[in-house]
């Protein structure tokens, strides 16, 4: 039995997280479709689910009568990552399969442009380029099946984050105090 507190948390906070990534994309690409490709969005974005994941977690053990084990932080934080994919993935299917199809091909054309810029400054062998070039022209990363199956790396990363950030936060037992 899940305990109440999580449940609350965990879907408030996947609800927050997926209305983030929502915004962040619609942000993006009512702006400039380069900026799927750049850096410092993808490193600012992660800065941005960190910090709603501390404060989840943080404001769940602070809420949580007795021990916040390992097992409930991660818990509350799967909880929270799930919703938040699943209306990620939702609102990025309806965009680019049914809104804006041709803005899928400009993001896979501006994605392989970024990719050979940067395996060419770690001076990548010119078969490792076209086939990772091959590879991504093969591929549909944005069509139905390309963000279901996304999703499923992004479950498995969030597991791994989830599980880290479970470590951090669970009540630590009277022996390691």
Do not use: R
């Not at 699943?86 to 199809?101: G, Q, R």
């Amino acid at each position: 039995m899940i305990h109440e507190t999580i449940k609350k948390n965990g879907v408030t906070f996947g609800i927050i997280t997926g209305l983030t990534s929502v915004l962040i994309t619609a942000l993006i690409y009512s702006i400039d479709l380069n900026l799927f490709t750049s850096t410092w969005v993808g490193v600012s974005n992660l800065a941005i689910y960190l910090i709603i994941a501390i404060i989840l977690l943080s404001k769940t053990k602070k809420e949580f009568p007795g021990t916040f084990t390992f097992k409930d932080a991660f818990t509350t934080y799967f909880i929270s990552a799930l919703i938040g994919i699943a209306i990620s993935v939702v609102f990025n299917i309806i965009l680019f399969n049914f809104i804006d199809p041709a803005a899928k091909d400009t993001i896979k054309e501006l994605t392989i442009k970024y990719m050979i810029s940067a395996m060419e400054k770690f001076n990548a062998p010119a078969a490792t380029i076209n086939k990772a070039v091959t590879d991504l022209k093969e591929n549909d990363q944005f069509s139905i099946a390309g963000l279901l199956k996304g999703s499923l790396s992004n479950i498995v990363f969030c597991t791994i984050f989830g599980l880290i950030m479970a470590a951090f936060f669970k009540s630590k037992s009277s022996s390691q105090e």
